[in-house]
């Protein structure tokens, strides 16, 4: 999303929004860009040099939104939509010859009929949708699906619902100042998001309230998918605001998966979540990807840890990715303020022909910042591709900073590939900053130490290997979803 501003509405009297007409495809309808009469004359400059296959998708995301509903969404997401349109003139389709998509093929994507997914809100009454917390919010295709989400039990004053059902007053003004609050780092899969999202799910605990024994589980479902082998690619574009205000803390599990049949269909999740964690406040997030095989799954985390006078913030990352034919996280931390704590934590793991990847960057702008990332991924499958770029950078007033990262990655099977890159960018000259990499098999010692004490060596690889995810694993604050984790890495590797 490119920043906006935050000034009135346009008159009425403004001029109307400009068509492409020029880059439309025959019989499609245009993309419609907002612009003043200053800026009317640059539109079809920027519109020239525009990827008409980028185009394409966007109008056919407008097209899904029907006039009606479009002319009914709150302003925060019209806003969006907006400024995403604008943004996305900028952007063409990545390809490898692009450093951050180097080893990333996005040519499945190309070559498929993306469509987006039309599904209704309401689920077929044997849909079940399950958690062990209390606080689920279901989101179905890209909407908040308030007749199975479970929102009853919730501390006074937290919202967590739909933005269209926010009623006028502060929490609404800060919703709206979050999503203008100048995160201008997005590529082209957050603009599209941002043209195409149905809706906009919300989470806001106000100043000092604590939601942490019984996690708010987000569960972002997908029913709507192709066959394999076809051609056709459904596309859901589902975005999740979190804002926990001075002093507030909050434990989110998002949850990602195929529902019904859809479970091993294939579709493509094209998923935002923006979270500001105001000064004094904590959020802990636990993020699982556990998407079709066949699926494609690209998701932006953005990230602002705001600190003016006192307490710092605290963001802890919690990450396990084990579904997707592709799947890529594109995560972005930006410590506003000092003595600020990012602590983030990811296991992938790769057993088919699939291809893991994150992409993160953590911005350190102010003094004594901590930060410590730990990147875990098994590739099993002779096919599987681990793909991490770490950056780390440390600007020249983030003095007294304390960072780390580490990167490991197995690979279990001949062929397997990983492809990683941690890089620290250093600026400030009073630092304590490291980070390594290690990519192997298993160790012969380790396995040998098993078999000195009767284990079969199967069993003890096997051991070797869940033990690896699980120091990940093991972080999850709420036990039932830990549990539930542990079971299926369980599943997962006792089947390959």
């Known amino acids: 999303m490119t920043c906006c501003s935050s000034s009135a509405p346009v008159a009425a009297s403004a001029p109307p929004p400009l068509p492409l007409r020029s880059l439309r495809r025959p019989g499609a309808a245009s993309l419609i860009l907002p612009v003043s009469r200053t ?8 519109a020239a040099l525009s990827d008409p296959f980028v185009l394409e998708i966007a ?6 939104l029907s006039s009606a509903a479009a002319a009914a969404s709150p302003p925060p997401l ?13 952007k063409r389709w990545p390809s490898n010859k692009d450093e951050p998509f180097r080893f990333t093929n996005l040519a499945f994507l190309k070559s498929s009929l993306l469509l987006p997914a039309s599904s209704p809100i309401a689920l077929p009454v044997e849909t079940p949708l399950d958690s062990p917390s209390p606080h689920l919010l279901a989101v179905v295709d890209g909407r908040v699906a308030p007749s199975v989400s479970r929102l009853d039990a919730l501390p006074t004053g937290v919202f967590v619902g739909s933005v269209s059902t926010i009623p006028p007053g502060p929490t609404l003004d800060r919703v709206v100042s979050a999503l ?6 997005g590529d082209l899969f957050w603009d599209l998001n941002g043209v195409g999202a149905p809706d906009l799910a919300v989470i806001f605990v106000p100043a000092g309230v604590r939601v942490v024994d019984e996690p708010i589980h987000v569960q972002l479902c997908y029913s709507e998918g192709g066959d394999v082998g076809s051609e056709c690619l459904p596309v859901s574009n589902p975005r999740v605001l979190v804002v926990a205000e001075k002093g507030a803390e909050v434990v989110i599990v998002e949850e990602h998966l195929g529902i019904e049949e859809n479970a ?3 579709y493509w999740a094209n998923s935002v979540m923006e979270i500001s964690i105001g000064e004094g406040a904590k959020v802990v997030h636990s993020y699982l990807q556990k998407q079709s095989v066949n699926a494609a799954h690209i998701k932006w985390t953005s990230t602002r840890q705001f600190v003016y006078f006192e307490a710092s913030s605290i963001y802890e990352l919690i990450e396990v990715s084990t579904g997707g034919r592709l799947s890529r996280h594109n995560l972005h931390i930006q410590q506003l303020g000092p003595d600020t704590v990012s602590e983030l934590a990811a296991f992938h793991i790769s057993r088919n022909d699939q291809t893991q990847d994150l992409h993160s960057t953590l911005i350190l702008d102010h003094p004594r910042g901590y930060s410590r990332q730990l990147h875990k991924c098994i590739v099993s499958h002779s096919s599987g591709q681990a793909v991490f770029d770490g950056n780390i950078r440390v600007n020249r007033f983030a003095q007294q900073t ?3 990262q580490l990167t490991r990655t197995l690979l279990l099977a001949p062929h397997a ?3 990683v890159k941690p890089n620290l960018q250093i600026i400030a000259d009073d630092v304590k900053c490291s980070h390594g990499a ?3 098999d298993l160790e012969e010692d380790q396995l040998f130490y098993f078999q000195a004490r009767g284990i079969d060596p199967k069993t003890a690889r096997d051991a070797l290997v869940f033990s690896f995810g699980a120091e990940v694993i093991s972080r999850i604050p709420f036990e039932p979803i830990k549990k539930s984790v542990s079971s299926q890495l369980k599943h997962l590797l006792s089947t390959q």
């Open 39 to 46: 800026s009317r004359r640059l539109v079809p400059v920027r």
């Open 59 to 64: 109008e056919k995301f407008e097209d899904s």
């Open 78 to 90: 019209q806003k969006l939509r907006d400024c995403s349109s604008q943004s996305l003139l900028s």
């Open 180 to 185: 203008t609050g100048g995160f201008t780092d």
């Open 264 to 266: 091993e269909r294939c």
């Open 402 to 404: 304390d960072a780390g």
């Open 417 to 419: 590939t990983a492809n």
């Open 438 to 440: 290690a990519i192997s």
